[in-house]
């Protein structure tokens, strides 16, 4: 089974400041790494992936993420945030596992709050 | 193109009756995943269709849940003698197939047991 843990509920910053939120998890296998964002209201939204290759990895809005595998984690950067990146943020794993789909397994969230 | 819709976009209900959660997924996705997002639980994983087969439903929480997909299209989440812990906003999400990573989401229909 894996968990994921977001130590971060809420995260204030200031508009055009760099903001990190933390995502560490635990597997027993090999997983892929997912950051997704969700806007008041709506869906989730996929901002980017790690499935294999280079540990850094970029997204769209300018976020990205560095996996480390030796420290389980895969905490999301943004060098300037702007004050239309307030969202909800998840990070999420799936085994690497052949057959049977990809279930995502969810961390609890981080509210991502930038204020002017 | 047209992503993945959800219906209805609220739905309130009495405690104790039958409810139908609709999921329209992308166009010639053959994967599909409904999840649930509560306060108490946050987001959980709840069944996987790969077309019209569902080789997982490890997440639904009880036997009052159920779900069915037809067409290899259009899936259905029926939850009967709704309990007031039900209430939560219902996601659902399609994939290209069973194997692909990326999942998209829809808007969600948000449930609420009174």
């Known amino acids: 089974a894996q968990s994921v843990t977001q130590l971060d509920s809420q995260v204030p910053v200031f508009e055009e400041a760099p903001v990190e939120l933390r995502c560490n998890y635990s597997?027993?296998?090999?997983?892929?790494l997912f950051w997704y964002v969700q806007y008041p209201n709506q869906g989730l939204q996929l901002l980017l992936k790690?499935?294999?290759?280079?540990?850094l990895v970029k997204g769209i809005n300018g976020f990205e993420a560095e996996f480390n595998k030796s420290q389980t984690s895969f905490h999301l950067r943004k060098p300037s945030v702007h004050i239309s990146d307030t969202a909800e943020y998840f990070c999420?794993?799936?085994?690497?596992?052949?057959?049977?789909?990809?279930?995502?397994?969810f961390g609890t969230g981080t509210q991502l709050k930038v204020e002017l | 193109g047209a992503g993945v819709s959800q219906s209805p976009s609220n739905k309130v209900t009495e405690k104790g009756k039958d409810v139908e959660l609709r999921c329209d997924p992308i166009?010639?996705?053959?994967?599909l995943y409904w999840y649930r997002q509560s306060l108490g639980q946050g987001l959980e994983f709840l069944i996987y269709?790969?077309?019209?087969?569902?080789?997982?439903k490890s997440g639904l929480p009880s036997d009052r849940f159920s779900a069915e997909r037809t067409g290899g299209s259009v899936s259905t989440l029926t939850i009967q003698r709704t309990q007031q812990e039900d209430s939560a906003v219902y996601l659902c999400?399609?994939?290209?197939?069973?194997?692909?990573?990326?999942?998209?989401f829809g808007p969600g229909t948000r449930l609420t047991v009174t």
């Open positions: 166009s010639g996705h053959t994967a």
């Open positions: 597997s027993s296998v090999s997983v892929y």
């Open positions: 790690y499935l294999s290759g280079s540990t």
């Open positions: 999420a794993v799936t085994p690497d596992l052949t057959g049977g789909g990809n279930k995502l397994t």
């Open positions: 999400a399609s994939s290209p197939t069973g194997d692909s990573y990326e999942q998209y």
């Open positions: 269709f790969q077309g019209n087969s569902a080789p997982d």
